[in-house]
């Protein structure tokens, strides 16, 4: 039974929260106006959330008691069940209890006599941003630490670890000492209604480090801290099991205060005290603005802000399709393993059909299924392109109607559904990044890089063997190979259309990188191994980082081991770190695409209240990227008569990488600023070349060929028609008569 409060514990917790409102003043608050005291002295004081509140017991330590979510009271049968939400998708969840309709057994210690004293309040609050980097360094704090590498400031969920010990940039926060006074702290630097804490262990290939159990404390002023309890006894908060699978607490009802403390009682035998956290909490409402966040952004665009199912993307591409009937098109590449179709949409003043000189770009989503930033992104961004297409935006306009534009938001819907399903903030660091039947789709390509670099080293190249185009080996091709169904349809997809320019959305990072994607020199982990096309490529890596908010930010915090704002927020794929059957060498080896990998933010899968943020920082980028297909020379390659010559090849010199013309004869070639000696090789031609000159204003330049005959096609023309023989063989020869000698 609880024991009812006393006038005298009341008056202390009312010293307590008018010391929590002293201890706040030299922060900044003696400047303020007094209707701004008041307001949070009445939430102070209205607050009662440290008393009575009824847990179920599971042998806690002495003055304990256990709180988990699944130890709080079940709903009634006879009332309807709603599923509860999880991860970043509901914030942080509290199930809500009701009262039963019958009265209950008197027990002490009866679930459902807690039920009738207690009603837990459920808050949908988002996380505060200790993975999204909102949360700076400076508001995170430790009672200890072991090294600097495992300092406060990496104790941030799902933060990644160095392949190494003794990082500067390990995997999570580790106390110097192993015993019940360590803590961790977070200052959200306002009165914050906390909801809920999630934790991880330390991220690490050799250590295996995670806290099996936890209290929290609040405070206002980092001096007095009140634990939270049930009555006079500590709540003891369950934690986890492993070192990566997300745990979330949901408090009983919402702490109000500025300050919230992790307080480890037990953890993993073998290990040491390691955390990664998340905290859930709204701010409490700011009528003055005092604590505006310092360069926050709002979006003015009128988008669905808001993660998508597979049925809510497919709806939602239909209702930009009915908007924009004129300039877009719904199609399918293929199915995954579960059968579900994988939707693109097509914009373009054309739709449905190449038109001869204007070039193809692709963006593409979601090869890893829990990487949900970039799939968003693309749903956002065919919205955009189809309202600022009907307000007359000259550039959106510009852009529709030179360029035909695929978007393929989600290349991994199964994986998709798994993340989804766990939530976003507890799907953790892998949980659906694979394909249903366990296959890394953006790197299950077949490896054409081995068989490139052999040629060469056999100095095959080119008289043997093309330096573009290579072919896929047949082994890869038969239906014993390990290929996804998945990659099976991006491939049918890139053959079929030809792509000039792509770039696939990942997350997890804020970098874009390009090929080559694997070390040239065999068992090397991290090496530049750049194409022929590197200048050409690290413009284009460049055109989409230095236009993010972000990316090329000298003073933001690295998301996990390296700092790729030095490196002007690009970097060669294989300087990062090798891959062999990557998507981006595959593309620019078996294609004309030249395909990017954009990293678009550190959380892979970001609160939907993030998505207008994120939309605002990867806006600029994603359209200045698209733009970038214009750059370089185009052409038609034609006969005499004008027809169209499909497969030319286009060599550039000094380039050691050739492209092709498409079936109509077009083909694009993308190239910085600067004079090119271009040549154009056709079976049955002869050769052709010129100087063409590509500017720096946007726009590519014309550069057509016209091709005549070959002599040596000429003449199998005419020994085919002769059946294959020289014409003079075609009558046989007289015989000379011979001269009769006398008769």
């Known amino acids: ?29 003696l400047s303020r106006p007094a209707e701004d005291e008041d307001y949070y002295m009445q939430e102070l004081l209205s607050r009662e959330h440290y008393y009575r509140i009824p847990v179920q017991e599971e042998n806690p330590a002495e003055g304990d008691q256990v709180w988990r979510d699944d130890l709080q009271p079940p709903a009634p049968r006879n009332k309807s069940k709603t599923k509860p939400a999880t991860g970043k998708q509901a914030g942080a969840e509290a199930k809500s209890v009701k009262s039963p309709n019958k009265k209950p057994e008197k027990t002490p210690n009866s679930i459902s006599e807690a039920e009738g004293q207690y009603q837990s309040e459920r808050v949908d609050c988002p996380p505060l941003g200790l993975e999204t980097l909102k949360i700076d360094d400076f508001q995170l704090h430790a009672s200890t630490m072991q090294r600097y590498g495992l300092g406060a400031h990496r104790g941030r969920l799902n933060i990644q670890a160095g392949l190494y010990e003794d990082d500067l940039y390990d995997g999570g926060w580790c106390a110097g000492r192993n015993d019940p006074l360590q803590w961790f702290e977070v200052d959200a630097r306002r009165l914050t209604k906390f909801t809920g804490v999630i934790t991880q262990g330390r991220s690490s290939l050799w250590s295996s480090d995670w806290v099996t159990s936890y209290r929290v404390l609040v405070s206002n002023d980092s001096h007095t801290w009140v634990t939270v309890k049930n009555g006079s006894r500590d709540l003891l908060f369950i934690g986890n099991k492993e070192k990566e699978i997300p745990v979330l607490n949901t408090f009983p009802k919402p702490l109000v205060a500025r300050y919230i ?68 098109r719904i199609y399918n590449i293929g199915k995954s393993y579960n059968g579900q179709k994988l939707y693109a949409i097509e914009i373009s003043d054309n739709p449905g059909e190449h038109e001869l000189g204007e070039p193809e770009f692709r963006y593409m989503a979601g090869s890893h299924g829990n990487e949900v930033l970039g799939r968003e992104l693309l749903l956002l961004l065919m919205q955009f392109l189809c309202q600022e297409y009907l307000s007359g935006n000259p550039r959106i306009r510009h852009l529709v109607e030179e360029t035909r534009i695929h978007l393929l938001p989600s290349v991994n819907p199964d994986g998709y559904d798994k993340a989804a399903e766990a939530g976003s903030e507890l799907s953790g660091w892998s949980l659906g990044r694979w394909s249903q039947d366990g296959l890394d789709i953006h790197h299950n390509f077949p490896d054409l890089n081995a068989i490139l670099w052999e040629a060469e080293s056999r100095k095959w190249v080119p008289r043997k063997f093309h330096n573009h185009h290579i072919p896929i080996p047949e082994w890869y091709l ?68 230095s236009t993010h908010r972000l990316m090329t930010d000298a003073g933001r915090r690295v998301c996990h081991t390296q700092d790729f704002a030095k490196e002007d927020g ?109 040549t154009v090789r056709a079976e049955g031609y002869a050769m052709a070349s010129k100087v063409c000159e590509v500017g720096y204003d946007m726009g590519a330049t014309r550069c057509s060929f016209t091709l005549t005959r070959s ?23 007289r015989r000379p008569r011979q001269r009769r000698l006398g008769t």
């Open 570 to 678: 690009n970097i060669n794929g294989a300087s990062w770190h090798t891959a062999a059957g990557s998507m981006n060498d595959f593309s620019y080896l078996h294609t004309n695409c030249f395909e990017l990998s954009m990293y678009v933010g550190c959380d892979k899968f970001p609160h939907e209240s993030e998505l207008p943020e994120e939309w605002e920082n990867n806006r600029e980028s994603l359209i200045v990227f698209m733009e970038q297909v214009h750059r370089g020379i185009k052409g038609v390659v034609r006969d005499l008569q004008g027809r169209g010559i499909a497969n030319a090849i286009i060599s550039v010199e000094g380039i050691n990488h050739d492209i092709r013309t498409a079936a109509d004869g077009d083909y694009w070639r993308l190239l910085n600023p600067g004079e090119y000696r271009v």
């Open 1 to 29: 039974m609880l024991v009812s409060v006393t006038v005298g514990q009341r008056l202390a917790l009312l010293a307590l929260a008018l010391l929590g409102i002293v201890g706040l003043l030299p922060r900044g608050c």
């Open 711 to 733: 002599n040596l096609s000429r003449i199998k023309e005419i020994m085919e028609k002769f059946n294959k023989q020289p014409i003079n063989l075609r009558h046989p020869p």
């Open 478 to 545: 038969s239906k014993n190979a390990t290929v996804a169904m998945e990659t099976r349809a991006l491939l049918g997809w890139m053959e079929k259309i030809p792509f000039v320019l792509g770039g696939n959305l990942q997350g997890g990072e804020l970098v874009v990188t390009f090929p080559y994607d694997r070390t040239r020199s065999h068992g090397v982990m991290r090496e530049a191994t750049p194409t022929p096309d590197d200048p050409v490529f690290r413009w284009l890596a460049f055109s989409y980082a």
């Open 261 to 328: 403390r992790i307080n480890p009682r037990s953890w993993y035998s073998g290990g040491s005290i390691c955390m990664r956290v998340e905290i859930l909490g709204c701010p409490m409402p700011d009528p003055n603005n005092y604590y505006h966040r310092r360069n926050e952004i709002t979006t003015t665009d009128n988008l669905d802000f808001k993660h998508h199912s597979y049925k809510e993307t497919r709806q939602l591409m239909k209702v930009v399709n009915e908007m924009c009937p004129n300039i877009t």
